[in-house]
């Protein structure tokens, strides 16, 4: 199957940054899509950003012009730049990945998320 491991949530004022990462690993046959969902308190999981391995990317409107999501296919990684963070930003995000693992067909994936807190 496969695993992924997120790293980079944090407290952060507001107006700040931050940068999550996410590596996936197992025996990865292929990855298509790559993202980040993020769960606030109270509220559904929502799609933050998603890039394809073309590089085509899909953000919320709500972080449109201050998220930033890239990839790097070699090191099965994707990152998230958030910049001019806000207090509604506050939510636990979610690294997940559509592939294909030896043995199993495609199917998503999820991280154990990672919170990331902005204060006002």
């Known amino acids: 199957q496969v695993q992924l491991v997120e790293s980079g949530g944090g407290l952060v004022q507001a107006g700040g940054s931050l940068r999550l990462s996410c590596a996936a690993s197992g025996t990865i046959f292929s990855i298509n899509a790559m993202g980040w969902y993020r769960q606030a308190p109270g509220k559904e999981r929502e799609l933050v950003a998603a890039i394809t391995s073309g590089g085509s990317t899909n953000y919320a409107?709500?972080?449109?012009?201050?998220f930033t999501i890239s990839r790097d296919n070699a090191k099965n990684t994707v990152s998230l730049q958030m910049n001019s963070l806000i207090p509604e930003d506050t939510a636990v995000y979610y690294c997940y990945c559509n592939a294909r693992a030896a043995g199993w067909g495609w199917r998503n994936y999820w991280g154990q998320g990672t919170q990331v807190t902005v204060s006002s």
């Open 61 to 66: 409107d709500s972080v449109k012009g201050r």
